[in-house]
């Protein structure tokens, strides 16, 4: 998030403030921050601090202060929240450099064009490897922000197939055991912009779960809505046990440890693979996986012949 810290600069702003579910763009954030001069609070739900205890690690000694969301399900959406409190509460001297393609006018737009970094650079490296481009794109989707990084250099490409994956989770078919919002939710409002959303039924944000911290989020970035009423993207689910499974079948074919929401797109990448899908896939590794294999082994090291020595 450097262009967020360039511009908080430029706008005389003293501090930066985020959400973050993974502590991916915290860390990100608080690495920008030290390097222009600003301040920076991170907001995170308590669960999450929890289970990537690494990244808080690296936020707190790049000097960030991390700051506990611990309302309600102590996950994504409320460091959202928690996050929009604070920059409500002081718009002048803030900058909130939001970590995903949500929020109002401008945050999606501002969110994407930082991103689109990822699109360009993997659109090179792509045809000087190959020769030509991807037939399909893979990437994971909670608020949306990588997806959207890496889609939108590749959106006027007719020729190229591109897929978000969302989580299922632990069930499908039981509110509050998945984050499948472009599946199965609905129009709605949530933090000042109007999407798919999945709903309660009194019509509030539902509770929502992944094995992902960055991937639980009850609605999705309106970009991703628009796409998916376009028929231009393609958007599928993954549940809790295939995205594990990729996470050590990347891990242990190809020496690269995923992070968790990546191991979403990877299980999809798999899955077209097997169904025949013909040509070459781009996956979009949005995380390393350092920050999740405490909890990885914790909770899924003996199915996979590891013993948590801690």
């Keep these: 998030m450097l262009g967020g810290s360039l511009l908080a600069k430029k706008l005389g702003k003293k501090k930066l403030i985020a959400e ?6 915290g860390v990100a954030l608080a690495t920008a921050a030290a390097l222009v001069g600003l301040k920076c609070d991170i907001y995170m739900g308590e669960v999450d601090i929890a289970k990537e205890h690494p990244n808080v690690v690296r936020m707190r000694i790049l000097g960030a202060n991390v700051i506990p969301a611990t309302h309600g399900r102590k996950t994504l959406k409320e460091a959202v929240d928690a996050a929009f409190e604070a920059y409500l509460a002081d718009p002048h001297t803030q900058l909130y450099a939001i970590g995903s393609v949500v929020g109002p006018h ?16 993997a659109r090179i490296q792509f045809k000087e490897m190959t020769g030509e ?31 978000g994956v969302e989580p299922s ?28 959303m999945l709903k309660d039924e009194e019509g ?22 628009y796409l998916k009423d376009a028929g231009r993207v393609n958007y599928g689910h993954i549940n809790d046990k295939e995205a594990i499974d ?15 929401e990546s191991a979403h797109a990877v ?10 899908e013909t040509g070459s896939i781009l996956v979009n590794l949005s995380g390393r996986g350092d920050k999740d294999i405490d909890f990885v082994v914790e909770h899924y090291g003996k199915d996979f012949g590891i013993e948590s020595l801690l």
């Design 20 to 25: 973050t579910g993974a502590g991916q763009h």
């Design 106 to 121: 401008p945050f999606p737009a501002m969110v994407r064009d930082f991103q689109s970094i990822i699109g360009n650079e």
């Design 133 to 163: 481009l991807p037939n399909n794109l893979v990437a994971c989707v909670g608020g949306g922000s990588n997806a959207m990084g890496l889609f939108s250099a590749f959106l006027d490409d007719k020729e190229v197939n591109i897929y």
């Design 169 to 196: 989770g632990r069930d499908l078919d039981t509110a509050g055991e998945h984050a499948a919002t472009l599946t199965l939710g609905e129009p709605g409002i949530m933090h000042g912009f109007k999407s798919y």
């Design 204 to 225: 509030e944000p539902q509770e929502v779960y992944s094995v992902a911290s960055g991937l639980d989020y009850p609605s999705v970035g309106p970009q991703h809505a």
């Design 246 to 260: 990729a996470f050590f079948e990347l891990s242990r074919l190809e020496g690269i440890i995923p992070a968790i």
């Design 267 to 276: 299980a999809y990448a798999l899955k077209l693979a097997k169904e025949g």
